[in-house]
């Protein structure tokens, strides 16, 4: 276990939907913070050496057979904890107190009546708004432990025994409905925990670099190099940490946006100098795709011919061992069971797997604590310009999956111009950092026009733009007109062959971010 060089708060997870927020509102209070599953060993928290211990919510319950629980040993080595939700149970069962199933599940907003002003509640509201979600409740507090603010259905909201240092809260403080949420975080870690609150970007990137140093010594690392945020990223770190033993190989699958080729290699070549293998596959990737309109077959064909050609670029870097990609927390996908920790799943887009048995690399991910925002933190702090590090997400397939129908090169050349006036007009507006992702559509269908004196019978494209917290679901975006009627006119004015443009109203679910 690697011991933390700086006052860190670890988070136990016990499967919570919430963990990763946790450890995010850690880190917005300037302090580190690390999840780990819940089944670490006690020694193990203590060579680590954490200024202090959260336990998660879960969906398990109390008095299951073989519900989570952490080592015991935890609870005697004198670092405090804070239990959320399930923490709060698990705290309570294991020292003496006791959880009952009222008849109804509490599930939304509740109103925090504060009964002690306490350092964990310091600055915190009476009647502040909580965010409630549980079965269980605890009946008789853990020993030792007090009180300290109730809701109308729920007495034991906060339980506090600041004498053995555990503490825990019903609701869940992480998430934005619980409005004082973050106070009582920044609480635990600052007033409860005395953990200097002195982390940022830039000590994130000092102990990541020595930690890559440290794992990656004198061999070589391979980095596939998409153009986007994560990779990125992940490319300048390293490039950071260890120079020339980075290798990265970036595919031009003539597939991409207007430009984007021509970026990537200017911002990775020419300004930062990294070790680039350059593989302008156009060709084999377009007529491996001619003739085919079905969604899937073209993503199919598009991954297995990037591992083709990732697979010849690998056997030229022969020295490499390790391989680099940019998951980041999202992308893992976390389930706990009871005998084993959160297992991660990586999207298979994300992965560069299905590589040959004797191309065996080890996995370097260090991005896998961040979330997105974060990543664009360390973009920035990385130097990397604001062209990549605020620039929308784009599919692997890339414009495979927008140019709907058959893929040839000149619809793709049409596609990328309309795309390009697109995002053009919407950074005039000022509006691409308030959107999620916008992309245009080439659709498989012609309509009659007329332009001048004469008719016209030429493509059809729609664009979309959506607002969206993490992709999951996401909404359309509203435009001002002007917006859209300034891209529409552009569009028909200055792409030839397009006649007509439509704007997506469709949200997701029912509909997906991109067409295909
Ligand atoms: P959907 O279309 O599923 O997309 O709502 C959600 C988000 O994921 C992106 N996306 C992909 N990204 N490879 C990727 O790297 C893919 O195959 C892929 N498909 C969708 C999409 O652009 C959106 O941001």
New binding site residues.
């Given amino acids: 276990m690697e011991q933390f060089s700086q006052d860190s708060i670890l988070v136990l997870d016990f499967g919570a939907q919430y963990s990763q927020l946790i450890a995010r509102r850690v880190r917005e209070t300037h302090v580190y913070s690390q999840i780990v599953p819940y089944t670490i060993s006690a020694e193990d928290v203590k060579e680590m050496n954490p200024k202090g211990i959260i336990f998660s919510g879960g969906p398990a319950s109390v008095s299951t057979d073989g519900s989570p629980r952490p080592d015991a040993g935890i609870f005697d080595l004198g670092i405090p904890i804070l239990g959320i939700c399930y923490g709060l149970q698990v705290i309570t069962v294991m020292n003496s107190g006791y959880v009952e199933r009222p008849d109804k599940r509490e599930y939304g907003i509740a109103h925090l009546d504060i009964l002690r002003q306490t350092p964990l509640l310091e600055g915190i509201n009476s009647k502040s708004q909580v965010w409630m979600s549980h079965g269980d409740s605890v009946s008789i507090p853990m020993a030792g432990g007090v009180c300290t603010a109730s809701t109308e259905n729920c007495e034991f909201t906060v339980v506090e025994s600041e004498e053995r240092g555990l503490f825990g809260v019903q609701f869940h403080p992480e998430v934005v409905h619980t409005v004082e949420g973050f106070r009582l975080i920044q609480n635990f870690v600052v007033n409860i925990c005395k953990a200097e609150q002195s982390w940022s970007m830039e000590s994130f990137i000092d102990t990541k670099v020595e930690e890559i140093r440290d794992i990656v010594k004198d061999k070589t690392v391979l980095c596939g190099l998409s153009g986007?945020v994560d990779s990125s990223v992940v490319a300048a770190l390293l490039h950071k940490a260890i120079g020339d033993q980075l290798i990265c190989v970036f595919v031009n699958n003539g597939l991409l946006r207007k430009g984007e080729a021509d970026l990537v290699l200017s911002v990775f070549k020419d300004t930062f100098h990294i070790r680039l293998q350059y593989a302008d596959v156009e060709e084999q990737f377009l007529s491996a795709l001619k003739g085919v309109s079905d969604p899937e077959t073209k993503?199919k064909i598009v991954g297995r011919i990037f591992i083709d050609v990732f697979e010849q670029e690998a056997r030229k870097a022969r020295d490499a061992t390790f391989l680099a990609q940019g998951t980041l927390y999202p992308d893992v996908i976390e389930s706990v069971s009871p005998t084993g920790g959160p297992s991660a799943t990586i999207?298979s887009?994300?992965n560069v797997g299905g590589l040959p048995e004797d191309l065996k690399f080890t996995l370097l991910e260090p991005l896998r604590e961040l979330f997105k925002d974060e990543v664009r933190e360390l973009g920035k702090e990385l130097g990397l310009p604001d062209e990549v590090v605020y620039r929308h997400?784009?599919?692997?397939?890339g414009l495979s999956?927008r140019c709907i129908g058959e893929i040839t090169k000149e619809r793709l050349e049409t596609l990328r111009d309309v795309d390009e006036i697109f995002i053009d007009e919407i950074r005039k507006a000022g509006l691409y950092g308030e959107i999620?992702?916008a992309?245009a559509c080439l659709l498989p269908v012609k309509s009659v026009g007329v332009q001048g004196d004469e008719r016209t019978y030429e493509e059809v494209c729609s664009l979309r733009a959506v607002v969206s917290e993490d992709?999951m679901t996401?909404d359309w975006y509203r435009f001002p007109p002007d917006v859209l009627q300034r891209a529409s006119a552009r569009i028909c004015n200055e792409v030839s062959g397009v006649n007509r443009v439509l704007y997506d109203i469709t949200s997701?679910p029912p509909g997906?971010?991109?067409w295909e």
């Avoid at 997400?393 to 397939?397: H, I, L, M």
Wanted: hydrophobic share 35%; proline share 15%.
């Fill in positions: 986007g993503r999207k887009h994300h997400p784009f599919p692997g397939p999956v999620w992702q992309l992709a996401a997701k997906t971010i991109e």
